[in-house]
């Protein structure tokens, strides 16, 4: 059996030894889908009252790092943790069921920030961003997390430690102690204050993502490290497995095993979200009134049945909401950040008010461990019904792709509110390349919207 210590060199000879050069063409595209993703979340949200508001309260210090979606350049450590906070306020960021998490949420603000302070693009740049989230990812599975704690925070500690020593030119021995590192300060995140609203486990991605450059620099200034290497129980969170961390690096890239999001919540609420669609579809066909819903039934695998509030005093009380997520879909046809609006819309509300989820894993029969599917049935006054089902969630990069004109729509969705689209954030990822001087600082300074003004 691989050692903690053993399964620390490896992952740092591998990180230090270009990695992005040999990926797979596969890994690549997929790699550059999950950024355009998180860039364009990041900058919708950006101009989101709540964001603008954050961003003033932190009031920072101008500096070499952009401040996603607007044209401001603040400190490194400030670009960290606000950008980290946007891009997962909508619940429209990448994630991947295999590692638990969003490595590309929790790894790309460290990365973007300390790059642009170093004026790094190109392959170097590209190597930081697959390092960072195959890191992280592959710390998410080979974890296996106490209970009660959500991953939001820990993934970026490590993820971003191993790619931040990259950009700070460590060899493998210098990207293993930034593992170790990261791993020892890991966020304590609870799922707690997510069941009950909070948008404070936003902020856990920004914090995650600056404990991961901080152990990059403790590294890099040559301080003592953990003589284990990566430590066995990720600060106290977990048991971490390190055969499973290591196994299939340079073959296996777990950024192809990703998932898009086409609504804003929980990626638990997307199987019965999508039975939703399929039902109003049926029903509307059907010239039925969708005024006349009086129950509904949700049959889901165990995490849908853990979230079965149906009211909810909260934006993100709402993301956290199986009802929220059908009552919008079903009535709306979508389920885009607005309709977690606080008063919600009455119409949302009355149908979320009868919404039952129940744990139908054992009937459902999810074909994997990580399986979501689910089943609605919507009950109507004169006596009738309507069922859909599905296998699992749209947008699994392994079971269910959306194709690449899907995948623009959602980036564009992602951009409504600040005037960019699909065709911005395509050009900005592209010119990541380009390892001229300042190129990085020019193609996040693209994505600045033409309405921005003074407030982000």
């Not at 619940?91 to 790059?115: I, M």
């Not at 960019?420 to 900005?428: F, Q, S």
Request: charged residues 20%.
């Amino acid at each position: 059996m691989t050692t903690h210590r053993e399964a620390s060199r490896i992952l740092g000879e591998w990180a230090a030894s270009a990695p992005f050069a040999t990926a797979s063409d596969d890994a690549k595209r997929s790699l550059v889908r999950a950024v355009e993703n998180l860039l364009a979340v990041t900058v919708g949200a950006a101009a989101m009252p709540e964001m603008q508001r954050l961003r003033r309260a932190w009031t920072p210090s101008p500096g070499p790092a952009t401040l996603v979606g607007s044209p401001r350049r603040v400190a490194v450590e400030s670009a960290v943790w606000l950008n980290g906070v946007a891009g997962v306020s909508t619940e429209r960021d990448e994630g991947n069921r295999y590692s638990k998490g969003h490595p590309a949420a929790q790894t790309v603000p460290a990365v973007l920030a300390l790059a642009e302070a170093q004026d790094i693009a190109g392959e170097r740049l590209w190597d930081a961003l697959y390092v960072g989230y195959e890191v992280a990812a592959r710390i998410g599975r080979a974890t296996t997390f106490r209970p009660d704690v959500h991953t939001h925070g820990p993934l970026g500690a490590v993820g971003a430690a191993a790619a931040c020593a990259v950009l700070l030119g460590a060899d493998a021995d210098g990207v293993a102690r930034a593992v170790g590192t990261g791993a020892a300060m890991a966020p304590a995140t609870s799922w707690q204050p997510v069941l009950r609203g909070s948008a404070a486990r936003d902020q856990w991605v920004g914090q995650g993502a600056l404990a991961g450059l901080a152990a990059a620099r403790f590294s890099a200034a040559g301080l003592a490290a953990d003589p284990d290497g990566l430590a066995a129980d990720l600060g106290g969170l977990g048991t971490i497995d390190p055969d499973a961390v290591i196994r299939g690096l340079g073959d296996e890239s777990l950024v192809t095993t990703s998932y898009l999001k086409q609504h804003s919540a929980c990626a638990y609420t997307h199987g019965p979200a999508d039975a939703a669609l399929l039902v109003r579809a049926r029903m509307v066909a059907a010239g039925v009134d969708l005024a006349d819903i009086v129950s509904v039934r949700v049959e889901g695998v165990a995490s849908a049945a853990s979230l079965p509030a149906t009211s909810w005093g909260s934006r993100h009380g709402a993301y956290f909401s199986v009802p929220f997520a059908v009552a919008s879909a079903l009535w709306f046809g979508d389920v885009s950040a607005e309709r977690a609006d606080v008063p919600p819309h009455p119409q949302l509300a009355r149908i979320a008010a009868v919404v039952a989820v129940t744990d139908a894993t054992a009937d459902l029969r999810p074909d994997t461990a990580t399986s979501r599917p689910a089943r609605v049935t919507v009950h109507l006054a004169d006596g009738t019904a309507h069922t859909a089902s599905v296998r699992h969630p749209q947008g699994d990069a392994v079971d269910t792709p959306f194709s690449d004109a899907r995948i623009d729509a959602l980036l564009t969705e992602a951009l409504r509110p600040t005037g960019l689209g699909a065709p911005d954030i395509h050009r900005a990822v592209h010119d990541f390349h380009d390892p001229d001087p300042g190129a990085l600082t020019r193609a996040l300074g693209r994505l600045a919207p033409p309405s921005e003004g003074d407030l982000a």
